[in-house]
Nanobody
Framework: QVQLVESGGGSVQTGGSLRLSCAASGSIYRPNVMGWYRQAPGKQRELVATMTIGGITNYADSVKGRFTISRESAKNTVYLQMNSLKPEDTAVYYC??????????????WGKGTLVTVSS
């Protein structure tokens, strides 16, 4: 089993910054992908950013240039630095971990989420 615990959410005004953290524990194998997704009220969960253990990143177009994902692989920790926040970034942000493709059974894990609210 894998547990993911997020922290760092909160309320901020437009143009502000927040940094999210996520620590993973349990049976974690390599190579894996860690990342962040978000779900706004009334909308589907969407990709924000992911990062492979080798450092390859993938960002949603809506956050490119404003958000930066990073990770400390030795600690199974991933971060999301969010700058120039906009009201449309308001959502519950979920940490994710995807185990290697060679693993059988459950490969995708999620945290419980942390709320980010951006006011205008």
């Amino acid at each position: 089993q894998v547990q993911l615990v997020e922290s760092g959410g909160g309320s901020v005004q437009t143009g502000g910054s927040l940094r999210l953290s996520c620590a993973a524990s349990g049976s974690i194998y390599r190579p894996n992908v860690m990342g962040w997704y978000r779900q706004a009220p009334g909308k589907q969960r969407e990709l924000v950013a992911t990062m492979t253990i080798g450092g390859i990143t993938n960002y949603a177009d809506s956050v490119k240039g404003r958000f930066t994902i990073s990770r400390e692989s030795a600690k199974n920790t991933v971060y999301l630095q969010m700058n120039s926040l906009k009201p449309e970034d308001t959502a519950v942000y979920y940490c994710s971990l995807q185990q290697p493709s060679w693993m059988p059974g459950t490969r995708n894990y999620w945290g419980k989420g942390t709320l980010v609210t951006v006011s205008s």
